[in-house]
């Protein structure tokens, strides 16, 4: 496997964000059933897509991975509706990747909290991330947690925050 087969960035063309919308809908209404027919909602008009690439896949089958962050308020970050496509789960390295440019791009947007909304089962995955869980709740009837990252473990980086809405409203 090459060493930088895969790549973790805001999805911005059409086609990532076909792919980034299809593998959500895949995951969390197909697979998971916690939506009836699609997960979309209003946050997603406010949300950064970021998108896990294949490089060595074909284009329609290159996102293999997804988040999204946005901020609540000033420099109050949150992620969500993580997923990583079932053939890629045992990589090892999307859910993490996905998570470190999730919270590095909030921190270099001027992020001084992140948080997500974590299901029972990831918990453990996220702790040995740096993560920490603050309470625990249901959601869409299921077990989760609310966790907060420590920032000092995902440093700022240099990516200059896009200009939103972007192309979100006509892919959906």
Known sequence: MAL???SFELAKSSDDLKGYFSLRQAIFCEEQGLFDQNDADTLD????PIVALDCDASPE??????VRIYEKSPRLWYGGRLGVHPNYRRVGRIGKGLIYKAVTTANTWGCDRFLAT???QNVRFFQRLH?????EMLLCDRPHHLMEADLAHYPPGSEARPVLPWEVQQVS
């Open 61 to 66: 089958h290159r996102v293999v991975g997804v």
């Open 4 to 6: 930088h087969r895969y």
């Open 131 to 135: 993560w920490d869980s603050l309470e």
């Open 45 to 48: 008009g406010v949300a950064y």
């Open 118 to 120: 974590v299901q029972e």
